[in-house]
């Protein structure tokens, strides 16, 4: 198949011609042949790349961990100016657009609603719809494919940069098609072109789509880490290793607290669909528990299609909860940029839902 990417010059809007573009991209913005979305752009005809912009983690993965800001700089290779929107702003600034008519936005996305990129996303359509500028989407697959959403739907009392409008967790959305419902429900008069994928179908899971898996952000290591991603990354909001700092983030959990072997007898009498348990114990290198050992389990999906993901990481969540109730505890604020609210009355909530 083929990303937006791939056919951009083909597929490029004709009233768009001549623009002057900046270029929203990651580590991952590559074609299928492994060149980065700023070398084909810097030689396309069609536009005149005149800026770069880079979300969480910059625009070549230069920041490892969560929740690092970063600045701007001048690339060295196009000597285009590099403006950070995971620094001073989220929000492109008018300085920053002021030789710009297009914001071209190719970044990989993993399909779940924390991921931040799709909220950079949100705010640079944002900004022109409110500035009278268009926005072009170089679309590409979610790696989950698209047949399926878990979780629940964001309550906007709870909007926050990991979740800036209504998408269950795991979306099932491409980051066009997202940007088409927030286009349809936000913003109806932005100027919004999408450049569609080839051949790519609902029922694809990214290791389907021949296309090569670059590291969207340092601790998305793998598909296998995008799987188990919408569940796993609750543990954010709670004083457990979700495995940053390993090899295997995501797929690795636990706290030097947890006894691995008694801890996995629980997890395996729930009889999750699709997924095993195995103890072990790790030591971070770096975040939560850094240089301590901690006890735990990797979580291993043996049937994808009946695993969820969701459902998993809150069982797994109460289960620790209840075996480790005198060390188990929720992440005070500030975390994820939230000052106030408590992450344990979301995961409370969905408990009362089942």
Not at 32 to 52: N, T
Not at 112 to 129: D, G, K, P, S
Not at 333 to 342: A, F, H, L, Q, T
Request: proline share 7%.
């Amino acid at each position: 198949m083929q990303t937006g990417l791939d056919i951009f010059n083909k597929r490029w809007p004709k009233k768009l011609n001549g623009a002057r573009v900046g270029l929203v991209v990651h580590p991952a913005s590559v074609n299928s042949g492994l060149e980065h979305a700023v070398d084909c752009c810097a030689s396309s005809r069609r536009f005149k790349l005149k800026a770069l912009f880079g979300p969480q983690h910059g625009i070549r993965g230069e920041t490892q961990d969560n929740m690092i800001e970063w600045e701007g700089f001048k690339d060295k290779k196009t000597g285009l100016p590099v403006y950070s929107l995971y620094g001073n702003t989220r929000k492109p600034e008018a300085d920053m657009l002021k030789n710009i008519d297009v914001i071209v936005i190719d970044m990989q996305d993993v399909g779940a609603r924390y991921y931040t990129f799709i909220w950079t996303m949100e705010l640079c359509m944002q900004v022109c719809h409110e500035s009278g500028k268009s926005v072009v989407i170089f679309d590409r697959p979610n790696p989950l494919g698209g047949n399926l959403t878990e979780g629940p739907v964001l309550d906007v009392e709870f909007a926050s940069f990991v979740g800036l409008r209504p998408l269950p967790v795991r979306h099932g959305m491409t980051i066009a098609e997202i940007a088409g419902y927030l286009r349809d429900k936000y913003y109806p008069s932005l100027d919004l072109h999408i450049v569609p994928m080839r051949e790519w179908e609902r029922k694809m899971w990214f290791d389907k789509t021949r296309l090569p898996w670059i590291m969207p952000s340092p601790n998305m290591p793998t598909l296998d880490t995008a799987i188990v991603y919408p569940g796993m990354c609750l543990f954010e909001g709670t004083n457990l290793s979700e495995g940053r700092g390993t090899t295997r983030p995501f797929e690795l959990f636990g706290a030097p607290f947890i006894d691995p072997e008694y801890l996995v007898k629980k997890l395996m009498s729930l009889n999750l669909p699709g997924v095993v348990f195995r103890p072990v114990y790790f030591l971070p290198t770096f975040q939560k528990f850094a240089d301590q050992i901690c006890g735990g389990a990797q979580i291993h999906v043996i049937n994808r299609k009946k695993y969820k993901s969701f459902k998993t990481g809150v069982a797994v969540i109460k289960i620790i909860h209840d075996l480790y109730n005198n060390k188990f505890e929720w992440k005070q604020p500030p975390y994820e940029y939230e000052e106030k609210k408590m992450p344990r009355y979301s995961c409370r909530n969905r408990q009362a839902e089942k």
